[in-house]
């Protein structure tokens, strides 16, 4: 059965998303309640973009028992701006939007470089690194803390918490979710009494519908944002990486050519997104795929299986750096709610793997050690992945 927190899922995922592709594209899974599977690239889309219909709305106290968000099960701390819907959700984007705009972003080229040139430097001179540990986890945080306005001394910090402690922590996902939380509180309070130009600056001084953000709905923007860019990007960068080790050709290619750089990133994206999905909850009768479904079921939008799908991605189960529409993929998901980070994402990956090409040509990932993260859930990746640099 297809289940997204079963052990062996990254191992059956795509197996089975093409089964149900083979009956129709839209599955019925039993776990967690029950949801419908959706897989095929057109209906995710035709889902992700009717948010009238397929709500992300998240109301924890059950008063609606509908809006249960976009995880399944439902998150424990709602993330208030990707677990509404509009108007409102459009009004809480608004605060964030000015900070990542095309100019935006180009004015973070020479900061992620940067980033990137301190994380390898400091690998200089030892025999073995860890890829994520030591190069992807530290670019990540440094970049998106910077951004949310976040002090860089206590990046290893916010980064072993939002990492859940790495391999062999006793620290379970909900007390790092906390203590980041209480992390990202003090900042709040702090930007209230202190307002600067950065995000949480206006998330506290910004207006939605007439209103202040509380408190807790400022933590909840801004762990969505630092909580929700780590694990992603560092899990690209990573599973980048690992396949490059194994496909040494287009190396050269890759570090002296940005274009095919960047068509490359989308690329890595399409094949193995971070996010392997989202749910949404229908908040009225409806047919998607030729599947009648109720109000009240949840579906889950397969942003990894559409990726997959051979009428928009020809030999979809192939990494081809030069395919031509591989920025089509669903990764960061599509519609309203479509990801607010993935151009600084987009980059950091960029950067990432053409100044690792560039430095150390001869790096190799050390497969038959490299750890999978202990939690596979909704987030795809690796907690180890040992390396020499040569
Ligand atoms: C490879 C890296 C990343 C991936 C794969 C990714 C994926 C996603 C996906 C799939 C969604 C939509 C969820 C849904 O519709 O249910 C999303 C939303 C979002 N992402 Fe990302 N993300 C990445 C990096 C980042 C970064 C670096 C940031 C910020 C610095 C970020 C900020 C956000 C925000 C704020 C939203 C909510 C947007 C909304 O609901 O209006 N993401 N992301």
């Avoid at 099960?73 to 984007?93: C, G, H, M, T, V």
């Avoid at 900070?99 to 001179?125: E, H, W, Y």
């Avoid at 690329?267 to 908040?283: D, I, K, T, Y």
């Amino acid at each position: 059965m297809f289940d997204i927190h079963a052990p062996d899922h990254m191992q059956v995922w795509v197996e089975q998303t093409d089964a149900i592709r083979a009956k129709g594209g839209v599955g019925w899974s039993d776990a967690n309640g029950g949801y419908w599977v959706v897989v095929n690239y057109s209906d995710a889309v035709e889902a992700a973009k009717n948010w009238q219909v397929f709500s992300a709305r998240h109301d924890p106290t059950g008063a609606d028992p509908r809006a249960r968000g976009i995880s399944i099960p439902p998150y424990e701390f709602p993330l208030i701006l990707s677990e509404s819907d509009p108007p409102r959700q459009q009004k809480l984007r608004l605060l964030e939007i000015p900070f990542f705009t095309p100019s935006k972003i180009k004015a973070q080229v020479p900061v992620v470089q940067a980033n990137v040139d301190r994380c390898l430097d400091a690998m200089v001179g030892r025999a073995e690194i860890d890829l994520f540990r030591d190069y992807a986890m530290p670019l990540v945080s440094l970049t998106s803390m910077a951004l949310v306005g976040i002090d860089i001394a206590q990046w290893q910090d916010y980064t072993l918490a939002a990492h859940r402690g790495g391999p062999g922590s006793s620290l379970d996902i909900s007390q790092d979710t906390e203590r980041v939380h209480a992390m990202l509180l003090d900042m709040a309070r702090d930007r209230r009494a202190n307002p600067r130009g950065d995000i949480t600056s206006a998330l506290v001084t910004g207006d939605v519908m007439g209103e202040k953000l509380r408190d807790e709905e400022v933590v909840s923007m801004l762990s969505a944002l630092v909580l929700g860019g780590f694990d992603t990007t560092s899990s690209h960068i990573t599973n980048a990486l690992i396949w490059l080790s194994e496909n040494r050709a287009c190396h050269a290619d890759l570090a002296s050519d940005d274009a095919l750089a960047a068509n490359a990133v989308h690329e890595f994206q399409r094949m193995w997104p971070p996010s392997l999905g989202g749910a949404r909850n229908l908040v009225a009768d409806a047919v998607l795929g030729g599947q009648p479904m109720k109000d009240g079921d949840r579906v889950f939008l397969s942003w990894a299986a559409a990726n997959r799908d051979p009428e928009i991605f020809p030999d979809p189960h192939t990494v081809r750096l030069d395919r031509p529409n591989a920025k089509d993929n669903l990764t960061f998901g599509m519609g309203v709610h479509r990801c607010l980070g993935m151009d600084l994402a987009r980059l950091m990956g960029r950067l990432a793997i053409q100044t690792l090409l560039r430095r150390h040509p001869n790096f190799r990932v050390l497969l038959e050690r490299c750890v999978p993260y202990r939690s596979k859930g909704l987030v795809a990746g690796w907690s180890a992945v040992p390396t020499v640099l040569g």
